[in-house]
């Protein structure tokens, strides 16, 4: 799952953002989606099926497929981080 993490996510070659978490459905651990913090600095929703791996970027058809923040609240609170998961536990 990590091997997504950090890759640039573009469309058109253009670059949007940059992949920092990845979330994952806590029954199956199958990936889901993945926030991306943005070239705007705010952080979005990638649904998995939108993206697409190309070397080492993220290829999306249309930066519409980046979901608002609430969107992302959403997904993060019915699925699992990676980042949570690879946290020391205090």
Same mark, same amino acid.
């Given at each position: 799952?990590? #091997?997504?993490?950090?890759?640039?996510?573009?469309?058109?070659?253009?670059?949007?953002? @940059?992949?920092?978490?990845?979330?994952? &459905?806590? %029954?199956?651990?199958?990936? *889901?989606?993945?926030?991306?913090?943005?070239?705007?600095?705010?952080?979005?929703?990638?649904? @998995?099926?939108? %993206?697409?791996? @190309?070397?080492?970027?993220?290829? *999306? #058809?249309?930066?519409?497929?980046?979901? #608002?923040? &609430?969107?992302?609240?959403?997904?993060?609170?019915?699925?699992?981080?990676?980042?949570?998961?690879?946290?020391? %536990?205090?």
């Amino acid at each position: 799952m990590d #091997d997504w993490l950090w890759h640039t996510v573009v469309t058109n070659g253009i670059p949007v953002g @940059r992949i920092v978490d990845v979330i994952s &459905d806590a %029954a199956s651990e199958n990936v *889901i989606g993945f926030e991306v913090r943005c070239q705007d600095e705010q952080h979005r929703f990638l649904p @998995r099926a939108s %993206a697409t791996q @190309r070397g080492s970027e993220i290829e *999306i #058809d249309s930066p519409l497929a980046l979901l #608002d923040t &609430d969107q992302l609240d959403f997904y993060r609170s019915r699925g699992v981080s990676l980042r949570a998961r690879e946290e020391p %536990a205090a």
